[in-house]
């Protein structure tokens, strides 16, 4: 009797681990079931994601190919190029200009006045069958403000005439040819200005890219309608067949460290918590301080709280001409009886 109780016990136990051992069983394929609608329900919504882009139909010939959507023409702005995949294209920059301050230097006056009138002479360079395209070259120690006035020159051309910027490097120079050539075909009349930042980086050594970059300033790809606006901070290091060219920069201007009066309107302007006391004793002692190194002073003193005397003092040190970027710029500029080589000048600035 005891003998069938043990067994009828142990049947029941085993019936009662079966069931556990279903429900457990039941509720891993229920969360794996769930795991599995979860995955092809986030499939399916990326495939709609990526098929929710083709609106319409290119056409080439008796070819039609599904596309996404389509721009007349590039929005007015900077841009730079970029990998999409199948080939490098223009993608617009992010580019803030609320905080652009034209200082009261000669320099940015000069440089805005040409190219304004650069742009408002296109019927005169059509009449005397010139191409109608402008290079103004910006040298000067780093730091000074060059990008700023870049950036004012750019804000110009996008807000007064529509216009598109592209930021050329050497690495996109190739790009930019096959880029602006389209851009042509699409666009024709469209005002465009070529930036080319640290051009010394791409012209100090010669090359592939050096003879790409002569082409593409000589206007020999049919460039036209264009402004190459180029910056270095070593002007010497610059070949002589593209520095002293007028077909390629047809205007050189040097960008030196602002006046007392332009150090005062950078800094009550960039700085508005400073009171116009802190304002004046900066602008004091701050002679021969680029765009750079005021922007430390600042942040130094009234931002981490060092001394201004000492702060200042360090600057200096840090800061101060050493004469290596002027280094023949007598030269550079056409006023030396004795003209040396850019080569033989960036070569001595190796050796120093």
């Not at 136990?13 to 079966?18: E, G, P, Q, R």
């Not at 920069?249 to 006046?259: A, I, L």
Request: hydrophobic share 35%; glycine share 6%.
């Amino acid at each position: 009797m005891d003998r069938l109780k043990n067994q009828r016990q142990s049947q029941n136990n085993i019936l009662s681990d079966a069931s556990d051992l279903y429900k457990d069983t039941k509720d891993i394929h229920s969360k794996i079931k769930g795991i599995f609608d979860e995955l092809i329900d986030e499939r399916d919504s990326e495939t709609t994601k990526y098929t929710s882009g083709v609106t319409q139909w290119s056409v080439k010939g008796r070819q039609f190919s599904p596309s996404g959507q389509t721009s007349k023409s590039l929005p007015a702005g900077w841009y730079k190029f970029t990998w999409n995949g199948y080939m490098s294209v223009p993608e617009m920059m992010d580019i803030r200009n609320d905080e652009l301050i034209r200082l009261p230097m000669p320099e940015y006056d000069s440089v805005l006045a040409d190219m304004k009138m650069f742009w408002e002479s296109e019927e005169n360079f059509r009449k005397f069958r010139f191409p109608y395209k402008r290079g103004i070259l910006l040298y000067g120690r780093p730091g000074t403000g060059k990008s700023g006035l870049v950036r004012l020159v750019c804000d110009e051309l996008i807000k007064k005439h529509d216009g598109v910027i592209f930021n050329v490097d050497e690495s996109s120079l190739g790009t930019f040819e096959v880029i602006f050539s389209l851009l042509r075909e699409i666009d024709p009349k469209r005002k465009v200005i070529c930036v080319l930042e640290d051009v010394d980086n791409i012209s100090r050594y010669g090359g592939s890219s050096t003879a790409r970059l002569l082409n593409i300033l000589d206007g020999n790809l049919r460039f036209d309608n264009i402004l190459f606006l180029a910056t270095t901070n070593f002007p010497q290091a610059l070949l002589e067949s593209i520095s002293n060219r007028p077909s390629r920069f047809d205007r050189r201007y040097e960008v030196g460290t602002p006046s007392p009066e332009a150090r005062k309107v950078y800094i009550s302007t960039k700085f508005k918590e400073l009171s116009e006391e802190e304002v004046d004793k900066v602008v004091k002692l701050t002679n021969g301080f680029t765009i750079d190194a005021l922007k430390e002073l600042v942040l130094s003193v009234y931002v981490m709280g060092y001394d201004l005397t000492d702060t200042v003092n360090e600057l200096e040190r840090l800061f101060t001409y050493s004469g290596k970027v002027g280094d023949d710029l007598s030269r550079f500029k056409g006023d030396s009886k004795e003209k040396m080589s850019l080569r033989d000048s960036f070569d001595n600035d190796l050796i120093r």
